[in-house]
């Protein structure tokens, strides 16, 4: 089993010296836009959705791949920002050189995706789960460190949300945390069942996943994407499950009854839009 998402320390050194502005930009968002370490390449989200995902290659060049829909006739999509431009399937794959990185990726681009991603919006779902890693940002007790983790065991099944809770100091520890709408039919034994089996699963493969986000929290901290007062941090066990439930508090209340019957291991937590 391998998990990787982080860079080599190459490749740290390259990503801190090249995208200080964006790093920058992402952090002045506060939480719309997010800078996701994964194996030696980051991807750029906004509000959930993967804008571009960005992989240094050799001699100071970078590879952007962007989807059609997101970049297609936009004021990026112009040769004086990439010396290079492919099409394979949905994604357009860029050349930048390092004197482009900037330009390409200037505010005023970064904001046109960003609308062309809100045209295609994903729901109300991914909304909620943006809202969550927006909210919680620069917090102590609980880090939201990815999303959408996944590693070669588990392939194509991906994890929502994973969150680290701090215990003492810089202890923390794994907080598997599944994200539902308070309507969704899903909101039953197949959640927890789910969430279940992702808690064994990092359980199982504990050592690789320690030493996995140990550094993708020293990287994204050095890079300044924490605002962590530990350079480092050890995570421990145990790893715990939450699943996070979003409004639709009448629908909810009798499917979140039946899972902690069925259920009392697990962790509930319920947010509704009450006055």
């Known amino acids: 089993m391998e998990i990787k998402r982080y860079f080599s320390v190459n490749n740290l050194k390259r990503i801190k010296k090249d995208f200080k502005f964006l790093i920058k930009f992402v952090n002045t968002s506060y939480g719309e836009f997010d800078f996701a370490i994964r194996n030696d390449y980051f991807n750029i989200y906004y509000k959930g959705n993967s804008l571009a995902k960005v992989e240094p290659k050799k001699n100071s060049l970078y590879k952007i791949s962007i989807n059609v829909?997101?970049?297609?006739?936009?004021?990026?999509?112009?040769?004086?920002?990439?010396?290079?431009?492919?099409?394979?399937?949905?994604?357009?794959?860029?050349?930048?050189?390092?004197?482009?990185?900037?330009?390409?990726?200037?505010?005023?681009?970064?904001?046109?995706?960003?609308?062309?991603?809100?045209?295609?919006?994903?729901?109300?779902?991914?909304?909620?789960?943006?809202?969550?890693?927006?909210?919680?940002?620069?917090?102590?007790?609980?880090?939201?460190?990815?999303?959408?983790?996944?590693?070669?065991?588990?392939?194509?099944k991906r994890l929502d949300l994973l969150a680290l809770r701090q215990i003492k100091g810089n202890k923390y520890k794994f907080l598997v945390s599944e994200v539902k709408l308070g309507n969704n039919t899903e909101l039953k034994n197949k959640v927890a069942t789910q969430l279940d089996f992702y808690v064994k699963h990092i359980k199982d493969n504990f050592v690789d996943y320690k030493k996995c986000y140990e550094l993708n929290f020293e990287q994204k901290n050095e890079l300044g994407l924490l605002n962590s007062k530990s350079n480092k941090i050890e995570i421990i066990e145990p790893v715990e499950g939450i699943i996070l439930v979003g409004g639709y508090s009448g629908i909810a209340k009798s499917q979140i009854s039946e899972l902690k019957k069925s259920f009392p291991h697990l962790e509930i937590m319920q947010f509704t839009n009450e006055i």
């Open 69 to 156: 829909k997101f970049f297609d006739k936009t004021k990026a999509d112009n040769p004086k920002f990439y010396i290079s431009k492919s099409v394979s399937g949905s994604y357009i794959s860029l050349t930048l050189s390092t004197k482009q990185l900037h330009p390409f990726l200037q505010k005023k681009h970064m904001t046109e995706f960003a609308s062309r991603i809100k045209t295609v919006h994903n729901g109300e779902e991914i909304d909620f789960e943006q809202s969550l890693i927006t909210d919680n940002l620069n917090k102590q007790n609980i880090i939201f460190i990815d999303r959408q983790v996944t590693d070669t065991i588990l392939k194509r």
